[in-house]
Every structure is written in structure tokens, then in C-alpha cells.
């Protein structure tokens, strides 16, 4: 983590009070909050000594271009039956060039 000084945590108070910081600085100015009488005195606000961090993520919506996934069964399945469609014609194939 960043070692960041009491005079910059102290400038982004203002930053800290209007939800303008990112998520990484805005943690650090609360724990500074938590531990600084001055800086607290400073924001003057209490309630934003302890506030609830900033909901910034939003949750991912399902993709609609997904195609649904065959299942593993059906693909071997098929593959043997290939396989074996290859066989028996190969081997009728020299049956019928042989008699």
C-alpha cells in the first residue's frame, strides 16, 4: 500500500466528503479518519466519519449472446457414432472390392 502522508490524507478530505475519491484512496482517508482528532475536527461532519462506502459496481447483467452450452454426453456420443458410421463403411467399402 501507498505510504501517504498526513497533509495529503488531510487534502482529500474535501474529496472524501463529496464521494469524489476512488475506492483505494477513499479507504485510506477513513481508516486516517478513524485515527486522526484533528482531520475529524477538521470535516467537521461526524456522520462522515464512519460512512458506508460508495457503491461504484454495479451488477453484470448475462450476456444475450451467449449460446447455451451442449451437453459433454452429447459430443462424445456423436463422436463415437461417427467413428463407428467410419468403420462399418470402411469396412463394407473392402468387403464389396474384395468379393
Known amino acids: 500500500m501507498q505510504n501517504i502522508d498526513h497533509a495529503d490524507l488531510r487534502a482529500k478530505l474535501g474529496a472524501y466528503s463529496a464521494d469524489a475519491l476512488g475506492d483505494v484512496e477513499w479507504l ?8 486522526c482528532a484533528p482531520c475529524q475536527a ?8 464512519n460512512r458506508a462506502a460508495p457503491q ?8 444475450r449472446d451467449r ?17 463407428a ?14 468379393g
Open 28 to 35: 485510506m482517508v477513513r481508516t486516517h479518519l478513524w485515527e
Open 42 to 49: 477538521e470535516l467537521g461532519r461526524p456522520e462522515l466519519w
Open 56 to 63: 461504484r459496481i454495479s451488477p453484470s447483467k448475462p450476456s
Open 67 to 83: 449460446r447455451p452450452q451442449a451437453q459433454p454426453g452429447w459430443s462424445v456420443a456423436f463422436g463415437l457414432a461417427l467413428v
Open 85 to 98: 458410421a467410419l468403420v462399418a463403411f470402411g469396412v463394407g467399402y473392402a468387403l464389396g472390392t474384395t
